[in-house]
């Protein structure tokens, strides 16, 4: 990646629209538009500053009702488990979070209680050859089918996505290990919320192999074939390559993004939790 491509990706912003909630049928033909549009227009849709869900907080003036929210944690893991939730908390910089005693503590503005509680989710990002990870049908199915699909698998997984839930196996080619950076955007072409990520070199040439096998399979089968992006257990989008468009696959330097977002508020959080990094301690909230 090029020493200018951040500042350039901040440079190139648009304009973000404010969108309705899609409707049932809109939600399922976004998860299935070709890719080569969606990464050829991530450039065009990053916000410039990551913010937290709930806006304004971090602008907030200093002498607000103040709450303490509290989770248990492993002791081995709490000091990461700290570093971790106070990058994430950077936008709200009344928020201090403190370890003792096998106990994490966050205190912070009594409004913004609900944005830290979205950001202590684990925030792991996936990214899946979908014909090659899909356990039975393609289509969506209900959570206990998926999970009886699961069910013996040591590398199962079950996501839910806007139609129902799948069951997955095998590792994911990409994780959040090859992302550099995350913003939150708007998709010029629909207005929808999305989060554009900028790869990592490897995060680059993991990409640029799994589209291009994408395509050549595609070709060879005249059918094609897809890829699916998730964050924790939520299945974002299943797009697909169109290997008359990129038969050789998609640059990695474009970068990719994350379509099938609600709101602006999820991008946001979305964003924060891929560029601090997953939270792999398990915080069980007791206060």
């Known amino acids: 990646m090029s020493s200018d491509y951040i500042p350039r990706l901040r440079a190139e912003l648009l304009r973000a629209g404010a969108s309705a909630q899609p409707t049932r049928a809109a939600r399922t033909a976004r998860m299935l538009r070709p890719i080569a549009v969606a990464a050829a227009v991530a450039l065009l849709a990053v916000a ?5 869900p709930g806006g ?7 002498g607000r009702d103040q709450t303490v929210l509290t989770y248990r944690v492993a002791p081995a893991e709490a000091e990461e488990a700290a ?6 908390l950077t936008g709200i910089p009344e928020a201090r979070v403190t370890t003792a005693n096998g106990t994490l503590s966050i205190t912070a503005p009594a409004d913004a209680r609900e944005s830290v509680n979205a950001l202590t989710q684990p925030g792991r990002f996936a990214v899946y050859d979908w014909e090659r990870s899909v356990i039975g049908d393609l289509m969506a199915v209900s959570e206990d089918k998926a999970r009886s699909l699961a069910a013996g698998r040591e590398d199962a997984r079950i996501l839910r996505g806007p139609e129902g839930w799948h069951a997955l196996a095998g590792e994911p080619v990409l994780t959040t290990a090859d992302i550099g950076r995350a913003f939150p955007g708007t998709d010029p072409q629909t207005a929808d919320p999305i989060v ?12 640029e192999a799994l589209t291009r096998e994408l395509a050549r399979r595609g070709e060879a089968r005249s059918k094609y074939q897809h890829f699916a ?6 299945l974002y989008a299943v797009a697909f390559i169109d290997p008359k468009r990129v038969p050789n696959g998609i640059d990695g330097r ?17 964003a924060t939790l891929l560029t601090a990094g997953p939270l792999e301690a398990k915080l069980e909230q007791t206060g």
Do not use: K, N
Request: hydrophobic fraction near 45%; charge should be positive.
């Open 254 to 270: 474009r970068g990719m993004q994350i379509s099938g977002i609600r709101t602006p508020d999820e991008a946001r959080r979305i």
């Open 83 to 88: 570093r971790v939730m106070r990058e994430r």
């Open 229 to 234: 992006v998730a964050v924790d257990d939520r």
């Open 56 to 62: 304004g907080e971090d602008e907030a003036p200093a």
């Open 196 to 207: 554009v990520i900028a790869l990592t070199a490897s995060g680059r040439s993991a990409f």
């Open 48 to 52: 410039a500053v990551l913010t937290l």
